[in-house]
């Protein structure tokens, strides 16, 4: 395997994560608009991309395997959460 190569499945690892993080993000500003007007997209984007990732992450380290269901269920579900604590948590 070359660099190339490496750099592919590394890319692949993680594009679940992310893309599960830019769609529920997109949709929860899209659905909750004017609850969620004064956070910014970038924000819930961020949060729930790093938090899928690394639940993707920890599910491999943990079962030794990618794409269990398992571990895409802790993904959703991780992904949720950080949205609700990104954009509604009461801020003091």
Do not use: Q
């Amino acid at each position: 395997m070359d660099l190339l190569d490496a750099v592919w499945h590394l890319l692949n690892l993680i594009a679940p994560g992310l893309g599960l993080g830019l769609i529920a993000s997109a949709l929860a500003k899209l659905l909750w608009r004017r609850e969620l007007a004064g956070v910014r997209w970038p924000r819930l984007a961020g949060w729930a991309c790093a938090v899928s990732t690394v639940v993707l992450l920890a599910g491999l380290v943990i079962t030794g395997r990618d794409g269990r269901m398992g571990t895409y269920g802790a993904m959703v579900l991780g992904c949720a959460a950080s949205l609700w604590w990104a954009g509604f948590r009461r801020r003091t």
